[in-house]
């Protein structure tokens, strides 16, 4: 079965610092991979998405992703996170063609706490 | 803009009562799709929906069911709540493999 892993439950930066989220994805195939977001009591919201061609991705608030296949990675960036970054952040998988009916795997969410 | 919406944010519910999550989109979008979501856990698919009366199980389809008698519509029943369904519930819409649209979630508490 697929599967999508954050390995870091928790992340602190100071503001105007760089920020590199984690996900890796086991599955056979490239599948679409996406990044949302979630602000405190809110739903989420999609940052990126990757389904073919150029493998880094621009999405929005300045968020980029790229994606490696050798190293079944889709990794979240930000040059410089502002307070307002502060969230939860959730890496997903969806399994494309046959009956997948765009299920969403997602990993356990990185939650992203910004220092001013 | 792509709006889905929940008919409740906040709902407390005594164990054995039967509750219903009511979840509607305006854009005619074939695919629904709830969850629940715990800390710790990420989002949990329950039950899912292809189209008008289609249903499909989840990964954690014990204790819901589900109905959708029109395109823009899909509710959750907890048929006899119980207090380990205490959870946030999550409803989301999408046109085939593309990005779900998510609503704002229901925080569900059983006592």
């Known amino acids: 079965a697929q599967s999508v892993t954050q390995p870091d439950i928790h992340i602190t930066v100071s503001e105007g610092a760089s920020l590199e989220l984690r996900c890796n994805y086991s599955?056979?195939?490239?599948?679409?991979l996406f990044w949302y977001v979630q602000s405190p009591g809110q739903g989420l919201q999609l940052l990126l998405k990757y389904f073919s061609g150029d493998t880094l991705v621009q999405g929005i608030k300045g968020f980029e992703a790229e994606f490696k296949r050798s190293q079944s990675s889709f990794n979240l960036r930000k040059p410089s996170v502002h307070w307002s970054d502060a969230a939860e952040y959730f890496c997903a998988v969806v399994l494309t063609g046959g009956t997948s009916y765009g299920k969403l795997t997602f990993g356990q969410g990185t939650i992203l706490t910004v220092h001013p | 803009d792509v709006k889905v919406t929940q008919s409740s944010r906040y709902l407390v519910k005594r164990t054995g009562e039967k509750v219903f999550l009511e979840c509607v989109q305006d854009?005619?979008?074939?695919?629904m799709f709830w969850y629940r979501q715990d800390p710790g856990l990420g989002l949990r698919l329950i039950y899912f929906?292809?189209?008008?009366?289609?249903?499909e199980k989840g990964d954690i389809p014990e204790g819901y069911s589900v109905s959708r008698e029109k395109k823009e519509r899909f509710s959750l029943i907890l048929e006899s709540a119980s207090t380990n369904q205490t959870s946030m519930y999550l409803c989301a819409s999408s046109l085939m493999a593309d990005e779900q649209f998510f609503g704002p979630g229901t925080r569900l508490t059983v006592l």
């Open positions: 599955y056979g195939a490239t599948p679409y």
């Open positions: 929906s292809y189209d008008v009366k289609m249903k």
């Open positions: 854009m005619d979008h074939e695919n």
